[in-house]
């Protein structure tokens, strides 16, 4: 067939696709979903990577494959990937499956579409700005700004950003050439995006002062104030302050209100990471914890973590309704946002961010918002609390089961201390042995496929567990299952 033939009909097979994808999607609702969510079934099914690659045969080929073989690897690809929707799934920060999020993904994934101008997004241009407002209100601003960013650590980026734009609007031209030396403040619990933000704006990782924390792990006010003046007397020109709502490990809240007194007397930015906490702002009976956010200029927060809206959904937000955001990330250009449009441009609001192309986060949230309302949300939260309390109590009541504090959040960390070391704190080698407990018991329990947590030091204190639980479908015999797992993959050691 002559090249000017092939033109004539389409190059994809379209009942060949759909067919493929109705097998695809009974795939992802049996495999995915119904045995993702069975505690009967395994958590991971762990293989070393090198037989992994072998399984799956992940090489690239001239030729394409039969469609029964694509299923095949599509089986594949679900049986041998963590399942984080599994009620025993508590290694990360997120878990757990809403129905109404996820089909909120599809939907976006289908219209495949960028949210950087009204004429290729319209629905999702209107109704990302009522998703962000409502986030606004909730945190106590009227008016404001705002997008949605590929993650939190994105989002903190973008308020070290904004913060040095709106203290020194020269720096997008001239960059930091021009620029006195600029320091920047956070709790050593911090989120490490902080450091990174640094790094990658060119303001320097030694510029970054790290503030004392307490034994909760909330930033110190007074040794905020301690570095500020020390930065002044360095010469350096405080203009950005990170305070943390649910610090990572500990789930600590730093006094916003406090840190708000101190970065009001300096004229110093604040902004918010509550990535991780900002969620406890739906619930009327947890908001409490951040008490003060209200007066912050920026604010980080991933409804994708607690909220269970699925990776990801993080919202960069501003009290600022100047047009700042806009002003400090625009380029304006011209086969974008022309100039002669005949709609109201103000709906193109792409320019906000240093993207170009940016995937639709917000429909899945704004499903979800619709299905379940504030109030079921709310519940949400509040059953994560009711979780946590659960299990600090049942520990309280365990041999060898040791907090490491009291749980202000959801994250709940402990020591299992086996029947070997119990009685032994005294011995040299006691926390040198502690320490080796949660890596050979997380080892154990993703070999076996029975469930996942996470692990990590901190400071001077030697390996313990991170439990956290997001997931509703979670039931206390879920949580029980946890701990006498805990302990029968621990008890030998």
Known sequence: ??????????????????????????????????????????????????????????????????????????????????????????????????????????????????????????????????????????????????????????????????????????????????????????????????????????????????????????????????????????????????????????????????????????KVWLHVDAAWGGSALVSRKHRHLLDGIERADSVAWNPHKMLMTGLQCSAFLLKDSSGLLQRCHCAKATYLFQTDKFYDMSYDRGDKTIQCGRKVDCLKLWLMWKANGTRGLEQRVDRAFAYTRYMADEIKKREGFQLVKEPEFINLCFWFVPPSLRGKEGSIDYTLRLGKVAPTIKERMMKKGSMMVSYQPRGNQVNFFRQVVTNPAVTRADLDFFLDEIERLGKDL
């Open 1 to 266: 067939m002559a090249d000017k033939d092939v033109l004539l009909h389409p190059g994809l097979d379209k009942a060949a696709g759909e067919e493929f994808l109705q097998e695809a999607f009974q795939i992802m609702l049996e495999e995915g979903l119904r045995k993702g969510r069975d505690v009967s079934e395994k958590v991971c099914d762990w293989k070393e990577p090198e037989q992994l690659q072998q399984i799956l045969d992940l090489d690239l080929k001239d030729s394409g494959e039969p469609r029964e073989r694509l299923l095949e690897r599509c089986r594949e690809v679900i049986r041998y990937s963590v399942k984080t929707c599994h009620p025993r799934f508590f290694n990360q920060l997120f878990s757990g499956l809403d129905p109404h999020a996820f089909a909120g993904q599809l939907i976006t994934d289908m219209l495949n579409t960028s949210q950087y101008t009204y004429e290729i997004a319209p629905v999702f241009v209107l109704m990302e700005e009522v998703v962000l407002k409502q986030l606004r209100k909730l945190i106590g601003w009227e008016g404001g700004d705002g997008i949605f960013c590929p993650g939190g650590s994105i989002s903190n980026i973008y308020a070290m950003n904004v913060a040095r734009y709106h203290r020194f609007p020269e720096c997008k031209q001239k960059g930091n050439w021009e620029l006195p030396r600029l320091a920047a403040f956070t709790s050593e619990e911090c989120h490490y995006s902080i450091q990174k933000g640094a790094s990658f704006l060119g303001i320097g990782t030694d510029n970054v002062f790290l503030v004392a924390a307490d034994e909760n792990g909330k930033m110190i006010p007074a040794d905020l104030e301690k570095q500020i003046h020390q930065a002044k007397a360095e010469k350096a020109v405080p203009f950005f302050v990170n305070a943390t709502c649910g610090t990572t490990v500990l789930g600590a809240f730093d006094p916003v209100a406090e840190i708000a007194e101190v970065c009001a007397r300096h």
